[in-house]
């Protein structure tokens, strides 16, 4: 049994598909809410009908958010509001992370009720490591900021999970297979719908395969970390410790080098003195 609920925002994580995903729990609070904050309110209206009730809904979305949200601030001190996105985890590539914040500034309780989220979904389909992982959301529409933007994470070692619409999604596999190289990959869609599929191979196999047939549905890309660095060379240690000398003293550049590839501090430290000389 859970306490009645008091007033406050209440973060509730509502089904990507299939709406027998919605947990009891959440059931309960968007029957409850005195208010729900949603993107869009058909998308919410027909959430509500099928659990049987009909609630007060505000649009809340990245064009209105700094109109509507004082005014849900100052709901929440007596009021029960909801927070909900059109499909899984509400702040997961939507928005309302301000609404949490001004909401606790407040002095506001704020309450999770977790569920189903696209991203974790994915990643348990796709095969791939998942002890680490890195979300990207959506990357750039524009080559050239996709492109940077892949480059940054080019060396995480984890595996990397992004959204992605299917007019774009050869695209970005064509982009992450350039960026990243011939990574094993997964593209799944439809999650917990009739039609879920998760094909995995290479990045550039992905890529060709949807160049010319681009799928329908939410489309989630998991990508899997990079394979083992090569151990660092004497020329990579030289090169290193030649940049660390122009902003450190020789003990401490040989730590810092020895940290970042993995070598025997003492002789970087003798070798750093070397190249002093």
Known sequence: MHAEPTPGLYIVATPIGNLGDLSPRASALLARADVIAVEDSRVTAGLLRHIGVKRPMTPYHDHNAERVRPALISRMAHEIVVLVSDAGTPLISDPGYKLVRDARAAGHAVTTIPGPCAAIAALTLAGLPTDRFFFLGF???KAQARAQAIAEVATIRATLVLYESGPRLAATLGALAEGLGEREAAV??????????????TLATLAERYADAPPKGEIVIVVGPPGEA???TQADADAALTEALTRLPASKAAGEVARALGLDRKALYARALELKQ
């Open 139 to 141: 990357l750039p529409a």
């Open 188 to 201: 799944t869609r439809e999650i917990t719908k009739k039609f879920e599929e998760c094909v995995t191979g």
């Open 230 to 232: 090569p151990p660092a």
